[in-house]
């Protein structure tokens, strides 16, 4: 979709130019053009502004929705099964192991079902999953990731996970 235009002044002359759609130096002194969602790019933000997310390696398939752990190696499905694999964030999008994955730090997280609204969510015992059953078994990890804003989607926070006995 082309930039808006707008007039501008050159050297006294009236031209029709197109307004910035990227950030940086060479925009300097450009009105800038909302995107294709009528909101301005990510890149013409301060820095600071914008998603909290970082791009990670995935050292597995991961799939839209994933609760993820971060890790030496990358990042991984977050698993309350096992102590070391505690939810730090979460993807939008499916990446296949070894491509780099956008993870969010945090956020709301959407494509999910059958939530109560305002109830508290869970890391899931089944990888990259979450439940909003309080896990009660010895050896599992009891880690609130956030509340329920709607049927379907979370407001992620995770919280610290404590191994149950």
């Known amino acids: 979709m082309p930039a808006g235009k707008f007039l501008r002044n050159v050297a006294g002359v009236l031209t029709e130019v197109l307004g910035a759609t990227t950030g940086g130096a060479p925009d300097a002194d450009k009105i800038p053009s909302l995107d294709a969602s009528g909101r301005l790019a990510l890149a013409m933000m301060p820095v600071g502004i914008g998603a909290d997310t970082n791009v990670l390696t995935a050292t597995e398939t991961l799939a839209a929705g994933d609760l993820v752990n971060v890790h030496a190696g990358g ?70 990731v956030g509340v329920a804003v709607s049927a379907t989607a979370i407001n992620f926070d995770a919280g610290e996970p404590i191994t149950l006995a």
């Open 75 to 144: 990042v991984r499905k977050a698993d309350a099964t096992l102590p070391g694999k505690r939810a730090n964030g979460f993807v939008l999008s499916g990446f296949a192991s070894a491509a780099a994955a956008t993870v969010y730090a945090e956020g709301t997280l959407t494509g999910l079902a059958g939530l109560t609204v305002g109830g508290d969510v869970y890391l899931g015992t089944t990888p990259g999953t979450v439940t909003q059953v309080v896990p009660t078994t010895a050896g599992q990890v009891l880690q609130r």
